[in-house]
């Protein structure tokens, strides 16, 4: 039985939170929670003044965002923050900004950052904005000092990137988890994000929704030896109040203040929650990996990239019905062990087939991450067997865990989020839909269920649009 502590655990008192988790950890398989300070409240703006003092040994502030302009009341956030800050420090204002106008995760904006603050000689970098943001600043102040601190200002509920010491970053074309650092104090000021675009918020709920897949995939990972990191401290912490929160759908749709402090709470200990594992896997399973193919395939079809979050909720959906149909219909005896292992030359085909048309580089950063995860599997095939012979004890594991597609959609729909690619800003083409869903396994060294459905000889076109079908079915999908 979970700890209460992790099921209710106040992001804000991180005190509390890590003697829960040392009291829960006694194999010490836990990694620490490197920041200092949360604070979900109202007013939190009027307290980075103060913030800034406390944590920087020096008056000068490198202040960075994006372009996007975010409001407090009427004003503009931005430069009540910079007019706020510099009432008592040596301000330097950086404004990222891509020549498309949307602001990547690429090594070219980093090193923007970290050249901006080594001329400003910054004591504190505040970086104000989404997750993008984050994840560069995050990257920057983690090549030029862990030590420097660093304040990030949340301006919606729009991802989990904010408290955790990941960056995500394009390399070669292909999206990478990478270890960096955590913000020294992440500041969520309830007033601002429920003035953000409805839109954003709910693509931060959309985000949260892969709690209802990614812990299986990652147990699931774990009971094949694929993965060695699962824990149940990581995953407690999200289940109980992303119930509460899914339970409250309708709440979110009626901007109700509670419920946004709620979706504050869960989005912020998903991040925690990767942090604690030491990676990504309590929150992105399947459902990020199609999303991941969907960003990828952006640029090449000269389209943005639509929001995160709502693209992991379409995900989620799809994933959550490939494990009902899994559970419903899998016969382990049936499987043809020799059958689940196909030759390198083989995939080597089929990951350049999925990634070529994108770029040679795109394919090749794939194929280094799949050939690694192929051995791997070939190597674990003794607990393959093993999974196979006590699958019921594994399902019924898993079962505990999961929540209907049905009851997902019905609550998605009630909040007012999209659960269509359809639906997204912009729109997402069918065919690039088909093509994220069927190749998603292909992706890298990740192991996940679409990776097990696929070897064992399910997870094809037809297998597809079973979901596609299931999930039209629930108002969903395409």
């Keep these: 039985m979970a700890d209460p502590r992790l099921e209710y655990a106040d992001p804000c008192d991180l005190d509390a939170l890590r003697q829960a988790l040392a009291d829960n950890d006694p194999e010490h398989k836990l990694c620490p929670i490197q920041m200092d300070r949360i604070y979900i409240q109202n007013q939190a703006i009027e307290l980075l003044p103060d913030i800034v003092r406390e944590h920087a040994k020096g008056p000068r502030v490198l202040m960075v965002t994006d372009a996007t302009p975010y409001y407090r009341g009427k004003r503009s956030l931005k430069e009540e923050i910079y007019f706020l800050l510099s009432r008592t420090c040596d301000v330097r204002w950086l404004v990222l900004d891509n020549h498309d106008h ?269 050939q690694k995860k192929l051995a791997s599997w070939k190597a674990v095939r003794p607990a393959f067997e093993d999974l196979l012979e006590h699958w019921d004890e594994f399902a019924a594991e898993v079962k505990k865990h999961l929540v209907s597609p049905a009851y997902l959609c019905q609550q998605m729909h009630a909040a007012g989020a999209p659960t269509r690619y359809r639906q997204m800003t912009p729109t997402i083409d069918p065919d690039t839909a088909r093509w994220a869903l069927r190749d998603c396994h292909l992706y890298r060294n990740r192991f996940t269920l679409s990776d097990l459905l696929y070897y064992i000889g399910w997870w094809n076109e037809s297998f597809i649009e079973r979901l596609i079908q299931r999930a039209e079915e629930l108002d969903a999908g395409l």
């Design 102 to 370: 949307v602001l990547h995760a690429v090594d070219e904006e980093s090193q923007k950052i970290q050249q901006a603050v080594r001329e400003h000689k910054a004591d504190c970098v505040v970086g104000i904005g989404g997750g993008t943001v984050t994840d560069l600043c995050k990257d920057a102040t983690h090549a030029v000092s862990d030590d420097l601190p660093l304040v990030i200002v949340q301006t919606a509920l729009s991802v989990n990137a904010f408290s955790d010491g990941i960056s995500i970053m394009l390399k070669n074309g292909v999206k990478s988890s990478l270890p960096t650092r955590y913000p020294s104090v992440l500041v969520v000021d309830l007033g601002v994000v429920r003035q953000a675009p409805m839109e954003r918020n709910l693509a931060g709920y959309g985000d949260v929704m892969a709690t209802w897949t990614a812990p299986v995939d990652w147990y699931l990972a774990y009971r094949l030896g694929m993965n060695s990191t699962y824990n149940d401290p990581s995953c407690d912490i999200l289940r109980r109040q992303n119930t509460e929160l899914l339970d409250a759908s309708d709440k979110l749709a009626e901007r109700d203040p509670d419920t946004f402090q709620l979706l504050a709470r869960v989005l912020t200990l998903s991040g925690l929650a990767m942090g604690i594992a030491g990676e990504s896997c309590p929150a992105p399973g399947t459902e990020h990996i199609i999303t991941h193919l969907l960003d990828m395939s952006a640029d090449k079809q000269n389209r943005d990239v639509a929001f995160h979050g709502a693209q992991v909720a379409v995900g989620t959906i799809f994933t959550a019905i490939a494990w009902e149909i899994l559970l419903e219909e899998f016969d382990p005896a049936k499987v043809d062990l020799d059958a689940c292992y196909p030759d390198e030359e083989k995939m080597h085909g089929e990951v350049q087939r999925a990634f070529g048309w994108i770029a040679q580089t795109t394919a090749d950063e794939c194929w280094s991450g799949y």
